[in-house]
């Protein structure tokens, strides 16, 4: 075995081990994976815009939470404020006695009126007296204060007696302020001078707001607001409850798992979707304000622990969820802080952008399924064509030049490929016919007739031209000329051409290579008589040298253009 069988066993051991697949079902993975990469590239791109959307969103709604409930709180307490500075003019904030007082309800009764937060107007005096008129709204409120069935309003009235014994005296009114019922003095221990309301106001020179704070009666989170009255000591105040507030941050509750609570610095929960979880009991006679971590909420029981009150946005991992969020203040400065905190499980506040994602992804499949018969016939198209050329190289190989059907392909190059493979197959064949012919054949000019006419042929040339060698090897002698309509034509007219002369023709016999001459009726060489013949005006002939065995030039064959 020689060397270069060795290397021939050698690279077909390695094409052998190469794994190899089907040209379809090659171009049909590769569309496939495409669409399957675009799809999911797209996917992602579309869930990955959609939730930046939604969480810009989301920030967006927390400072609109905490301006509208801010909104809220200015229209709630400042008419109250306008109120007070109004009442500060009025003969109550003289008054020193009952009597006197009762005479000025008819401005106190409009103000609750008008006030549907509005828990009571009160006065605190220098010498501890105090009055305060209250609504009684329901029948809740008229239980609570043990109110006559149809009274509309309660006041409740502390004076010190003669000899210092503070006194309560509770009177019932209807809605046209006509006494329904006064109860007996009864001894109290209540100083509105003691009440932070009170002390704030005297410190001040303009209206105040107290902290958030648990109202008694009422059993409602709310502020006070209070104003003195000059130097005077006396102080007019108005209880207003932030139940409006829970109204308010229920609207916006994003998501059924979404937390949205207002609570102080020190963590007091005062505004609540759930706002009956905003009075804590310990007892029938002692209720306060519950903290974050009472309000029955996991997620606000987690928060609860530490949390501190400032602006800011919150990312955190809660029960196995992502969360988001944030903690905006609600009130001015100057005034106590109030804080909103806000929060929603990450997977609900995405869950529109999941849903497209969903869509998408489903989308993809259809398009994928849609797209698999279609690539499939496509690449059927392709590939089918190459598939018969291959069988087409297969016949070639084993010299089977069989009609083996149509190969043509819709694409360029695979149909130029099956006509050069046509072209192939016949100038093989008829290669094949001539070397039987030279074989078998005895005449020499026959030989030479079928020679030419076959070059012709396998050429696609339009004429043939055989100039042959004499014996005396100093003249090529015209031998066959013939076109491929007419067939063999007389060679009489053509000149003999000595190989000494500067002719191209003479030139080219001699060269081992072919060579391409361009031949006019206006040319100088002796051939210009061969476009005559012929009946063209110009001509472009291809020589191809004729040798032996011996490699010994016996002539010249021209194929004609």
Known sequence: MTVNDDKLLIMMNNHAKITRYPLHLTISALFITLIIILGVVLSWQNYSKTSDIIRSSADKMYDQVATELLLDIKATYRPVGDTLGLLALTPIARAVSLAERLDAIDMLREVLRSGP?????????????????????????????AAPADSVFVADHVESDAGGQRQLTRIFFSGDLQEMARNKPEITVYDPRLRDWYSQALAATDL?????????FARKVGITLARRVGETGVVVASDITLHNLSETISRYQVTPGSEIVLFTEDGSAIAYSDAEKLVQASNEDEVSIP???DLGSDVLDYLGKGLQA???????????RQWEGAIRKVTREGVSAIYVLMVSPLDELLADAVAIRTQSVMIMIFIILIAIPVVWYMAEKISGPIRRLATVAGQISRFDFSDSGQTGSFIKEVDDLSQTMEMMKSTINRFLVLINSL?????????????????????QAD????????EDE????????????????????LPGLSLSDEGELAEAANKKD???????????????????????????????PLRNRQEEMIGVLSLIY
């Open 439 to 459: 074989a078998s054949e005895q005449d020499f000019d026959s030989l030479l007739q079928g020679i030419s006419r076959e070059t012709m042929e396998i050429g």
């Open 463 to 470: 004429g043939v031209l055989v100039y042959l060698l004499s």
């Open 208 to 216: 105040v707001l107290t902290r958030p704070y648990l109202f008694y």
């Open 291 to 293: 903290r974050l971590t």
């Open 117 to 145: 937060a509005v828990t009571g107007i009160q006065v605190g005096y220098p010498d501890g007296d105090f009055f305060i008129l209250r609504p009684l709204r329901d029948s809740a409120s008229r239980e609570q204060f």
């Open 310 to 320: 400032e602006p800011r946005s919150l990312v955190f991992t809660f029960d196995g």
């Open 474 to 493: 100093g003249i090529l002698e015209p031998a066959i000329l013939a076109d491929s309509v007419r067939g063999m034509l007389e060679v009489d007219k």
């Open 514 to 544: 072919s060579s391409i001459m361009h031949l006019s009726r206006q040319s100088p060489d002796k051939l210009a008589v061969l476009p005559d013949l012929l009946a063209e005006d110009a001509l472009t002939l291809i020589a191809l």
